[in-house]
Nanobody
Framework: QVQLVESGGVLVQPGWSLRLSCVVS????????MGWYRQAPGKQRELVAV???????SYITFVRGRFTISRDNALNTVYLQMNTLEPEDTAVYYC?????????WGQGTQVTVSS
């Protein structure tokens, strides 16, 4: 059974940094493209960042240069380092494979950026 558990979301002030973690069980992060997604209040869930099985990383324009996706295959964990956070980054953040499978969505972790 595949399970993805996100953690690390908290309330922070604009400009601060935060690192999210996603512990994966039931599939190997080294064999799959993995992504971080987010859903802001009143908006659809969107893809934020992807790391392929070959290590190629890509980001949506709004976070490029501020966010970094990475993974530790030994721990089967995917990370999202978020720097210079902005109020527009406020959302529930999820990890999933890329493309995402509906059955893999977890509870997500809430990130709130506010002064």
């Amino acid at each position: 059974q595949v399970q993805l558990v996100e953690s690390g979301g908290v309330l922070v002030q604009p400009g601060w940094s935060l690192r999210l973690s996603c512990v994966v069980s039931g599939l190997r992060t080294s064999f799959n493209a993995m992504g971080w997604y987010r859903q802001a209040p009143g908006k659809q869930r969107e893809l934020v960042a992807v790391v392929t099985s070959g290590g190629i990383k890509s980001y949506i324009t709004f976070v490029r240069g501020r966010f970094t996706i990475s993974r530790d295959n030994a721990l089967n964990t995917v990370y999202l380092q978020m720097n210079t956070l902005e109020p527009e980054d406020t959302a529930v953040y999820y990890c999933n494979t890329f493309p995402a499978y509906d059955a893999y969505w977890g509870q997500g972790t809430q990130v709130t950026v506010s002064s």
